[in-house]
């Protein structure tokens, strides 16, 4: 576990009732790092909009979600999964802390910085990217 490193990459968390359909959480990585693109899978909000996440490190947190689209009502059942969420500030939270290949974040040389006040994020991308 190099990147983003033991202390920083998920393992377990919570996630919501109605977007349970398998046995795995997915964090779809698309746009990364520049910016997010589909949520796949919900996270849980019940803690007051946040949900517990366990690291490889052996620690946990209680994240609170910024996005409102990150924690809707809950359906009962029939939770839209994998949508469009652009732009989301808790979309790349989670794809900051998910386990990412070596060799791709080695070749891909990205300056990444926040431009301020929302935290909004510029990169200057390669203009290829070998993997």
């Known amino acids: 576990m190099l990147n983003p490193g033991p202390s920083n990459t998920i393992v377990l968390l919570d996630e919501r009732e109605d977007s349970i359909n398998d046995g795995y959480f997915v964090v779809d990585m698309a746009g990364w790092p520049c910016n997010s693109s589909r949520l796949v899978d919900y996270p849980a909000s019940y803690h007051n909009k946040a949900a517990g996440f366990s690291f490889n490190d052996g620690r946990s947190e209680i994240h609170k979600w910024l996005d409102k689209r990150t924690s809707p009502n809950i359906s009962k ?15 790349m939270w989670m794809m900051e802390r998910a386990p990412a290949k070596k060799a791709a974040v080695d070749r891909l040389k990205i300056s990444r910085k926040p431009i301020q006040p929302d935290g909004v994020f510029s990169c200057a991308l390669p203009s290829a990217l070998w993997i």
């Open 77 to 91: 059942g029939n939770m839209k999964l994998n949508v469009s969420m652009p732009s989301s500030k808790d979309l």
